[in-house]
Structures are given as structure tokens and as C-alpha cells.
């Protein structure tokens, strides 16, 4: 059984790093717990709307910011956890190419039992999944999660920032304490 593995905001929690920057770039001083939007570009700081979006854009773009940031809670004991139930991780990121090394390294850093990593646009993650096979997947982008139920129980982990995005066919994770239970359960039974 294979499951895939979004990387931002599943396995890695950007949010602080994210808030640093914009605390040091635009004075503002804003708590990632408080964005609602998947989106940043939506969030209302008070900024100027494109100097604000040609900020994001140079953030993720800029391999620093992967390399620091740290492991999101709960998620080497639950992927250790999966591994000894007997499922294989892959990783299916919307992070462009050129982040690829800094990606592998966070991952080796971090001891984190994953396979490979599959770097593809966004939108696009279900056709990945489908061609390796996955029989879950977890996001945190509700869009994709709703795609992504396509090819297979499609987990979406429950964010402050997608909480208020109704998924139709994607069902919600409250932690990843929950995702060991539900996704054990899966395997225990297929
Ligand atoms: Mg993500």
C-alpha cells in the first residue's frame, strides 16, 4: 500500500519562517494560527497588494526558507508509525524543481521515512498519484484534496487556514495522530 505525501503544511510547517519574513519585510506582525486562506495572497495585512505578492513569490522561491523550516507537529512518530503498518511514502509536492536538492536534505535531515519525491504543478498531484499507484494521499490544499479523491482516499488535513473550504470527497484529518489511526485501519482491513 502506497500512500503520498503533500510536503508544505503537511509534513513541513512553513508558517513561522513565512511570518518572520513578512514581519521583517512589511513591519506587520501576524500569527500563521490566524490565516484563514490557503492562499497568502488573500490574507488582509494591510500591505500593498503587489509588493506583498512579489514578496510570496521571491519566500518560495528561495530554497532558505525549506532548509529551516521546522518538521510540522506529530509527524516523525506518525510516518515511523505508518512505515510499521506497513505502508510505503512518497512524497508529491507542488514545489518547482529547482527546490529539489534543498528538499532532499530537509527530508534526509529529519530522518523521515520517505521513498522518493515527486516535484509536479500544481493542480496536477492526481496525475502523479495515479500513475505511481497511491492508495491514499494527505494534502492540506483543498483544491487539490478534491482531485486527489480521484485515485484514492484523499485525506485532507484539517489547517486553521482550510478549515473554512467545504471538501465534498476528500475527508478531513484532525492530526496526524488521527491520520495513523484511520490510515492503520484502512490497511488492517484492505
Ligand atoms: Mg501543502
Known amino acids: 500500500m502506497l500512500c503520498g505525501l503533500d510536503l508544505d503544511?503537511?509534513?513541513c510547517d512553513l508558517g513561522p519562517s513565512v511570518a518572520a519574513r513578512i514581519a521583517d519585510r512589511f513591519g506587520v506582525a501576524s500569527h500563521p494560527s490566524t490565516w484563514r486562506s490557503y492562499d497568502l495572497r488573500l490574507l488582509r495585512l494591510g500591505v500593498p497588494e503587489d509588493k506583498?505578492?512579489?514578496f510570496l513569490d521571491e519566500t518560495f522561491a528561495d530554497p532558505d526558507l525549506y532548509g529551516t523550516a521546522p518538521v510540522c507537529d506529530g509527524v516523525v512518530g506518525a510516518l515511523h508509525q505508518l512505515r510499521r503498518a506497513g505502508w510505503r511514502l512518497v512524497g508529491i509536492t507542488a514545489r518547482p524543481a529547482h527546490?529539489?536538492?534543498a528538499t532532499r536534505a530537509w527530508m534526509a535531515r529529519h530522518g523521515l521515512p520517505?521513498?522518493?519525491?515527486?516535484?509536479t504543478a500544481v493542480g496536477t498531484k492526481s496525475a502523479v498519484a495515479r500513475q505511481l499507484g497511491t492508495h491514499a494521499t494527505i494534502e492540506?490544499?483543498?483544491t487539490e484534496a478534491e482531485l486527489l479523491a480521484d485515485v484514492g482516499d484523499s485525506w485532507l488535513l484539517d489547517r486553521p487556514y482550510n478549515r473554512a473550504s467545504p471538501v465534498v470527497r476528500a475527508r478531513r484529518l484532525s492530526s496526524w495522530d488521527d491520520a495513523v489511526g484511520r490510515l492503520c485501519q484502512l490497511r488492517l482491513f484492505a
Open 9 to 11: 503544511g503537511v509534513l
Open 52 to 54: 506583498f505578492s512579489e
Open 99 to 101: 527546490l529539489a536538492p
Open 114 to 119: 520517505i521513498e522518493e519525491i515527486h516535484h
Open 140 to 142: 492540506d490544499n483543498p
